[in-house]
């Protein structure tokens, strides 16, 4: 074998190695929409969107109490600059938002100014199970964890919104109809955060945006702020 035949046969291999890793990530690409995005449309079909966009008032478990804070908040607080203040719309009243997350009723009252009022609950409702599949999977991404481990993450947590062990304890799709729906906002906050902050501590972006997203998710949810120390600490 000459020397002119062992440099196309090393050319050719390169060609063919070059084609396969193409190829590869190309499958890589392919199967994290497929794992992501069907999950997401999966997620969004058992929420009925019909229902999520047909303007009237959500109920169920606490979910009819949580109605009436934003309307609140917005017509009584925002309008004097305050975040909190005190309601007499109960007994001899109560302290509004000085003792709960305002976050989330912030988020509604933001899509109150384009979108129905119902509708902006129900979207602030569901925002956080629809988003928890792809916040999951950006962060197995970011923290560059081996392929296919950031698929399996939202894989994972798909199951987890599944799961019906619990209607009360926050995360899941059977206790953010209940009215937990700052749980799921805060849930995929951290996660989102976490994300951020694991690639910012290896090339230096995202710090600060990480840690705004973390704060936010801190603010979103008491429980979810004690995840938050734990996560932030084993990073």
Same mark, same amino acid.
Request: aromatic share 14%.
């Given at each position: 074998?000459?020397?002119?035949?062992?440099?196309?046969?090393?050319?050719?291999?390169?060609?063919?190695?070059?084609?396969?890793?193409?190829?590869?990530?190309?499958?890589?690409?392919?199967?994290?929409?497929?794992?992501?995005?069907?999950?997401?449309? %999966?997620?969004?079909?058992?929420?009925?969107?019909?229902? !999520?966009?047909?303007?009237?008032?959500?109920?169920?478990?606490?979910?009819?109490?949580?109605?009436?804070?934003?309307?609140?908040?917005?017509?009584?607080?925002?309008?004097?600059?305050?975040?909190?203040?005190? $309601?007499?719309?109960?007994?001899?009243?109560?302290?509004?938002?000085?003792?709960?997350?305002?976050?989330?009723?912030?988020?509604?009252?933001?899509?109150?100014?384009?979108?129905?009022?119902?509708?902006?609950?129900?979207?602030?409702?569901?925002?956080?199970?629809?988003?928890?599949?792809?916040?999951?999977?950006?962060?197995?991404?970011?923290?560059?964890?081996?392929?296919?481990?950031?698929?399996?993450?939202?894989?994972?947590?798909? !199951? %987890?919104?599944?799961?019906?062990?619990?209607? !009360?304890?926050?995360?899941?799709?059977?206790?953010?109809?209940?009215?937990?729906? $700052?749980?799921?906002?805060?849930?995929? +906050?951290?996660?989102?955060? %976490?994300?951020?902050?694991?690639?910012? +501590?290896?090339?230096?972006?995202?710090?600060?945006?990480?840690? !705004?997203?973390?704060?936010?998710?801190?603010?979103?949810?008491?429980?979810?702020? +004690?995840?938050?120390?734990?996560?932030?600490?084993?990073?």
């Amino acid at each position: 074998m000459n020397h002119d035949d062992m440099s196309e046969r090393t050319t050719m291999l390169r060609r063919w190695s070059n084609q396969f890793e193409l190829n590869a990530n190309y499958w890589k690409r392919l199967s994290a929409i497929l794992v992501v995005g069907g999950a997401t449309i %999966f997620l969004l079909l058992t929420l009925h969107p019909d229902l !999520i966009f047909r303007n009237n008032t959500p109920t169920g478990g606490d979910m009819g109490a949580h109605v009436w804070g934003p309307a609140f908040l917005r017509d009584h607080l925002l309008n004097h600059f305050r975040l909190a203040g005190w $309601s007499m719309d109960w007994y001899a009243g109560l302290p509004v938002y000085r003792y709960y997350m305002v976050v989330p009723a912030l988020f509604i009252v933001g899509l109150n100014l384009v979108l129905p009022y119902g509708i902006a609950i129900k979207i602030a409702a569901v925002i956080g199970i629809l988003t928890l599949p792809y916040c999951t999977w950006l962060f197995g991404r970011f923290a560059r964890f081996a392929y296919p481990i950031p698929e399996m993450l939202a894989i994972a947590a798909t !199951i %987890f919104l599944y799961d019906e062990s619990f209607t !009360i304890y926050g995360g899941n799709i059977a206790s953010t109809m209940a009215g937990e729906f $700052s749980f799921s906002i805060a849930l995929s +906050l951290s996660i989102l955060g %976490f994300a951020l902050v694991s690639r910012g +501590l290896e090339t230096g972006k995202y710090l600060a945006t990480g840690s !705004i997203v973390v704060a936010l998710s801190a603010l979103s949810h008491g429980i979810v702020l +004690l995840f938050v120390f734990g996560g932030v600490a084993l990073m």
